[in-house]
C-alpha cells in the first residue's frame, strides 16, 4: 500500500471511528480496528490522534472548497454569496457525525488546539473563507466595504464560521435562521450596504 493509500484509509477510518464513538472516547487502537490495519501503521503515518484529526479537517476543508465554487449562484450580491457559502458549510458540518463529534462540546477543545496551533489548518481555513471572497469576481468584490482589508475579512469569515459550527450563535440548523443571523451581525460588517 502506497502512503497516499494509506493516508487515506486511515482518515476514512477515523471519521467513520469519530462518527460512531465521539472524538473523544475515539482512540488510536479503535481507527486501527476501523481501517483493518495495525496500530504501528496508523503511528507510522500519524505521531497522534491530533494530527489525525488535523488531516480530517484538512480533507474536509478542500471538499468543501471545491464544493462551494460549482454551486454557488453567479448572479448573487456578495452579501448573499457569503451567506450562502457559510449556511452551507455550517448545515454540512453540523449535519455530519465525524465532524459534529469533532466540533461539538466533547471534541472542541481539541478542534480548537489543532485549528489553533496548526497552520496547515489555518492555511487552507484562510484559503478557503478567501475562496469565497474571490471567487465572488471583480463586480461582486468592488462590493466590499471600502475600509475592511481583505486578510481581515478572510480571518472574520474563518473566525464565525467556527463559532456558528461550534454552536455559537444560533444553534437552529434552519438555513432561514442562519441567513438572517448572518444577514444582521456578520454580513454588514464586511459589504457595503446600499
Same mark, same amino acid.
Given at each position: 500500500?502506497?502512503?497516499?493509500?494509506?493516508?487515506?484509509?486511515?482518515?476514512?477510518?477515523?471519521?467513520?471511528?469519530?462518527?460512531?464513538?465521539?472524538?473523544?472516547?475515539?482512540?488510536?487502537?479503535?481507527?486501527?480496528?476501523?481501517?483493518?490495519?495495525?496500530?504501528?501503521?496508523?503511528?507510522?503515518?500519524?505521531?497522534?490522534?491530533?494530527?489525525?484529526?488535523?488531516?480530517?479537517?484538512?480533507?474536509?476543508?478542500?471538499?468543501?472548497?471545491?464544493?462551494?465554487?460549482?454551486?454557488?449562484?453567479?448572479?448573487?450580491?456578495?452579501?448573499?454569496?457569503?451567506?450562502?457559502?457559510?449556511?452551507?458549510?455550517?448545515?454540512?458540518?453540523?449535519?455530519?457525525?465525524?465532524?459534529?463529534?469533532?466540533?461539538?462540546d466533547g471534541g472542541r477543545a481539541a478542534a480548537g488546539r489543532v485549528?489553533?496551533?496548526?497552520?496547515?489548518?489555518?492555511?487552507?481555513?484562510?484559503?478557503?473563507?478567501?475562496?469565497?471572497?474571490?471567487?465572488?469576481?471583480?463586480?461582486?468584490?468592488?462590493?466590499?466595504?471600502?475600509?475592511?482589508?481583505?486578510d481581515a475579512a478572510v480571518d472574520h469569515l474563518v473566525l464565525v464560521?467556527?463559532? !456558528?459550527?461550534?454552536?455559537?450563535?444560533?444553534?437552529?440548523?434552519?438555513?432561514?435562521?442562519?441567513?438572517?443571523?448572518?444577514?444582521?451581525?456578520?454580513?454588514?460588517? !464586511?459589504?457595503?450596504?446600499?
Open positions: 500500500m502506497s502512503p497516499e493509500e494509506a493516508n487515506t484509509l486511515i482518515l476514512d477510518a477515523a471519521e467513520r471511528a469519530f462518527g460512531r464513538l465521539g472524538f473523544e472516547r475515539t482512540t488510536i487502537d479503535d481507527i486501527a480496528d476501523e481501517a483493518g490495519v495495525s496500530r504501528s501503521l496508523v503511528y507510522r503515518h500519524f505521531g497522534s490522534r491530533d494530527e489525525i484529526l488535523t488531516g480530517v479537517i484538512g480533507r474536509i476543508t478542500d471538499a468543501l472548497t471545491a464544493d462551494l465554487t460549482e454551486r454557488l449562484d453567479e448572479t448573487q450580491s456578495l452579501g448573499d454569496y457569503i451567506e450562502d457559502a457559510m449556511v452551507h458549510v455550517v448545515v454540512m458540518v453540523r449535519s455530519d457525525p465525524s465532524l459534529i463529534s469533532v466540533f461539538s485549528v489553533g496551533t496548526t497552520d496547515d489548518i489555518k492555511a487552507r481555513a484562510r484559503r478557503f473563507a478567501r475562496s469565497i471572497l474571490e471567487s465572488a469576481g471583480p463586480e461582486r468584490a468592488s462590493q466590499l466595504r471600502d475600509d475592511v482589508d481583505l464560521g467556527l463559532a !456558528l459550527i461550534q454552536g455559537f450563535g444560533p444553534v437552529s440548523d434552519d438555513p432561514d435562521l442562519l441567513r438572517e443571523y448572518l444577514a444582521t451581525f456578520v454580513i454588514p460588517t !464586511l459589504v457595503r450596504m446600499s
